[in-house]
């Protein structure tokens, strides 16, 4: 992903750009290395902390050889598997969010918000009341088409008609695809009463019933959505200056659009049928990213990519030791800390024209 | 509230010169405009709801013909018609239709102040803080339904408050309203989710019919509360209309004409979430109606302003119809009347804004 330097970004939007291209993508390189830092000691958290702590050098021990140990069956039974779902989700959503921040160049985009999740839990909803589904590896594939549908309802709603797909149509259709769908799920939920016992669990946001089959049935959506979506990030910085400047520039727009739309659709609906809807991460976690390396995708998507799944872990581990000896789903630590986040957003922008 | 007010201002300069009465007070003091067409599409969409009204009060386990069902409201119908009309169906619909006017009115005021067609309590997280009242009462004392009402009404309330001065930078402007609105709304419902994933089971399913809004079981104890709070909120918003048309054409040209902006905003925000408050506390949160009916009365109006009476009496129609929908889904069921009003209003607002789009109009 490195840059051949001196190959300015096309967007430049933040102070930084006065700088030299060498340091600038110096300071960029430091910001990647600071959140792999960061993901890491997240996860070695992640595997430390819980209803039975463990020391860093407990756990170093247990993962390099499996002694049989009840500290070792701790941690590869519940405490990996969790934490690589948890990194695996995570950096699904944060990418997702990332793209789809990108393709509808709105600052407040969240597939969350956009009733992507939304859809694709009403797929996974669909599958388990109606079709008596029980495997997490037949219900992903409900969660996609679900998420696709919503994708495309949402898009079909906001493109046309004069100045196409603007942030402030997505965000109206968005809500109101968000709402029809919860609407459908909730209906049906309420017309199954083992299915609402069993998805109100779910419809929380929680890495805690996340296992090695959860891992080994998202691994593959998460992948190629994210090779998909990393080989896009020069067309993305293109269409950042609309949609005839990057026609001119040569990128492929409609093409661009309908590839992003896919590595989204792939992204989210392997988060949300593994660990729930979650909100908030896909939304903040960029503008983390542009706030460190400024509105160039080839920086911004690879420190989502890393950044995310560090704040999903960091939730989840908070939730474990917040309300002791309860715990606080990851879903919810993510929408307690992250509304505050999108509400200082909303109110830094001077006039909101989102 | 001594402003003097042109009357012959008019709203957006959209569609047609519409006609339209000045009645005043012989002080004149106080005036009120009457639009004809308004009028005559508010009495048209009543008697649409007195209809199916009839059709819902006539069916279910014990069929009554709608002429029989006009004869017992009237005082005429046999023992058995007279209990079954009066006494069990008669106070559930009252509910849809108090519970409807009160969320068409509350809509109608939240988009003529924020002057954007999202803003309705749906979007400003009212309905989430209501349902988060609502379910704290349920989940912590198992409360009766007066305790969930008072929940819920305080949660609203409580999260209007926040969502107003989280808002407010030099004042409150429209979209940030609704922007703060969703990411309010969308913590609640990750607080929401969470007290249900703790419930016991008995408790998650009741309080999630009740979370979707639901008329069912409805009695007259239910119908007083909803008539006192609409008959209290009613006339304080007919005095306050006039000035909430001139607010829609903007915040400068208002002050210019002498109206307090800020503080008639406070006014009307106040009013709307009482409203939405008095529905909410009879049935719940009913996703949807505030926002779809004051769209749909402006096409049928095609009046500039806020169209406050047209969107009030289109709020009863559609939590009416959609009562009665849901009741016929499933027979045993017993569907809330939100999971109707979700996917209905949403599919119909996705062709509202697709048809709005077309004409260029956002």
Redesign the interface.
Known sequence: MATEAGSAPLVRTDKASKQSPGRRNSTRTLAVLGALLLLLTAATLSLAVGSRALSPGVVWDALLHDDGSTAASVIWDVRVPRTLAGIAAGAALGVAGALIQALTRNP?ADP??LGINAGAATGVVLSITVLGITSLWASVWFAMVGAVVAGL?VYS??S???GGATP??L???G???A??F???S??L???D?QA??QL??W???SLARADDETLTTITPFVAVGLVLALALVRPLNALALGDDGARALGAHVDRTRFLGLAAMTLLCGAATSAVGPL??VGLAVPHIARMIAGADQRWTLPLSLLLAPALLLFADVLGRVAVRPDE??A??V???V??PV??AL??CRR???? | MTAPVPTQVRGRASGPRTRSHVVRSRSHRFSLRVDVRALTVGVLVLATTAAVGVLALGTGEYAISPADVVRTLLGNGSPRTDFVVNDLRLPRLLTGILVGAALGLSGALFQSLTRNPLGSPDIVGFTYGSATGGLLVVLLVGGTGGQIAVGAVGGGLATAVLVYLLAWRQGIHGYRLVLVGIGVSALLQGVNAYLLAKARFTQAAQAMVWLNGSLNGRGWADVRPAALGLLVVLPLVALAASRLKILEMGDDVAGGLGVPVQRTRLVILVLATAACAVATAAAGPIPFVALIAPQLSRRLTRAPGPNLLAATCTGAFLVVTADFASQRIHESAQLPVGVVTAVVGGVYLGLLLRRQRRAGRI
């Open positions: 407040l969350g918000l309802l709603l906001a046309g008609g004069r402030e149509r965000a109206l259709g809500a109101v695809i709402a029809v919860t609407g459908i909730q209906t939920m309420l017309l009463a609402l016992d109100r669990f419809s929380v946001g909100v908030f606080l789903d879903g919810v993510t929408a307690v992250g509304a999108f509400i909303v109110r006039a909101v024209t989102a």
